[in-house]
């Protein structure tokens, strides 16, 4: 079995900061162990530092603290690692043949012995007759076999990919999923063990032998999955969905109380709020609200129909919690009484619940409001609150939140925003 494979690398106590040490943190006190003949996904939202992990691994990134280890393998060789990357990262001016050959040139591999290896690997992923092909001429998927064939000619140790479909369409990274599962099973990858980034959670107890999820904000593991499921396997098999789903609820728990951070020590109307559309929040109460749901949810289910990720499904949901329309709870969403009301509604009534949702839960829209209300001429420049905001929130994090709540004031119609001004008003509001 995997846990009692040898391991291939073991983290421990590691910890990064963005920007150095005075920076927000990014991930904190991180420790795994990756064995050989396993492979292990890396689930979690944005901001939980997965693929900064995984480049400090590869040895791109050095983290502030922490150790990583790599032991020998049984012959005393080192261990190796190769990276596949998500956004392709192909050389467009160099043909298939040589973008695989990139990294045994960079290791000095004799030309004709670099010609005999990137040729085998270029037959192994599906793409032989394309060696002289030019990364314009090919898909993207078929990219993306270009740079799983540079990764595994160098044959690595450890394979590390970093969202390796997500830049695919749905029937393209299926194919290359199921291609590289049974590679993998077959033993043809030439490769000890395999870690992945994710925020697919199907993807994730499709592929691995292991699911380690991460917190965000700053990242730390905080479950372990063993998946025992045999290959290949099924997404209809019961087995396969109450995992997804106990994922599911475990990454929807609220998380405990962190330690002195920026966002912890936030006065209300500073904290964060999800860039997530009026449209967007309205169209999943509905979803919910529609058979089969009948008003609760399965989050599996719900992305399943909604064919969204993690990062699409969870923002709206929690948004929705957050303005008291919805409830979630052990991996399930379920309309309240004033989201199933919402849902029935026509616009005017609709746009006075979102008007009431906003004022006894945003903090930052009853304040702007209340600024408004103040202010003799019912003008109040948005600098104001941008300032304020960003005494806690990075500025990237505050325009975010104050893009949001002036959407969602705008649809309530409890303020206007006047762009050319930059200034928040009463002109519009009914």
Do not use: C
């Not at 044959?155 to 194919?175: C, G, I, N, Q, R």
């Not at 691995?208 to 905080?222: A, E, H, Y």
């Not at 905001?389 to 959407?407: K, M």
């Amino acid at each position: 079995m995997a846990q009692q494979s040898p391991p291939l690398v073991t983290v421990a106590a590691l910890s990064h900061r963005y920007g150095g040490a005075d920076g927000p943190p990014i991930l904190d006190d991180v420790a795994l162990t990756v064995h050989e003949r396993e492979v292990v996904a890396l689930l979690g939202r944005s901001g939980s530092g997965k693929s900064t992990l995984l480049r400090s691994i590869a040895g791109l990134v050095t983290p502030d603290a922490g150790t990583l280890d790599f032991t020998p393998g049984a012959d005393g060789r080192p261990r190796s690692v190769a990276m596949v990357f998500q956004s392709f990262a192909l050389m467009p001016w160099l043909t298939v043949l040589q973008n695989v050959e990139l990294g045994l040139e960079a290791r000095k591999v004799p030309a004709a012995e670099r010609r005999r290896r990137a040729l085998a690997a270029i037959d192994l992923i599906g793409l032989d007759g394309f060696e002289n092909a030019f990364p314009r001429e090919l898909s993207g998927g078929m990219r993306q076999r270009v740079g799983l064939a540079r990764a595994l000619v160098v044959e690595p140790s450890l394979l590390l990919m970093d969202e390796p479909f997500s830049a695919l369409d749905v029937l393209t990274a299926e194919t290359l999923r199921s291609d590289l599962i049974e590679w993998w099973g077959d033993g043809r990858l030439g490769i000890a063990a395999m870690l992945i980034v994710t925020h697919n959670i199907e993807e994730a107890v499709l592929m691995s032998d292991r699911v380690l999820v991460l917190s965000s904000n700053p990242g730390r593991i905080v479950a372990e999955f063993r998946i025992d499921l045999p290959q290949p396997r099924d997404r209809l098999d019961p087995a396969f969905r109450a995992l997804v789903e106990r994922i599911y609820a475990q990454m929807t728990q609220r998380p405990a109380p962190m330690r002195e951070t920026a966002q912890a020590a936030a006065p209300a109307i500073a904290r964060a709020l999800a860039p997530v559309s009026v449209t967007a929040l309205a169209g999943l109460i509905e979803e919910v609200e529609a058979a089969p749901f009948a008003g609760s949810a399965p989050l599996a289910a719900l992305g399943d129909t909604l064919q969204f990720e993690v990062d699409e499904l969870f923002p709206i949901v929690e948004t929705l919690q957050q303005l008291g329309l919805v409830a979630l709870a052990n991996g399930e969403v379920a309309l309240t009484a004033a989201g199933a009301t919402f849902a029935q509604e026509d616009v005017d009534q609709r746009k006075a619940l979102f008007r009431a949702a906003l004022l006894g839960h945003v903090p930052l829209a009853s304040a702007i409001r209340e600024a408004l209300d103040a202010r003799p001429g019912h003008q109040v420049p948005a600098r104001l609150f941008r300032d304020t905001l960003e005494e806690s929130l990075s500025p990237d994090f505050a325009d975010q939140t104050l893009r949001a709540v002036t959407e969602w004031g705008r649809y309530a119609e409890l303020f206007a925003y006047d762009e050319a001004g930059d200034l928040f008003t009463l002109d519009d509001p009914g």
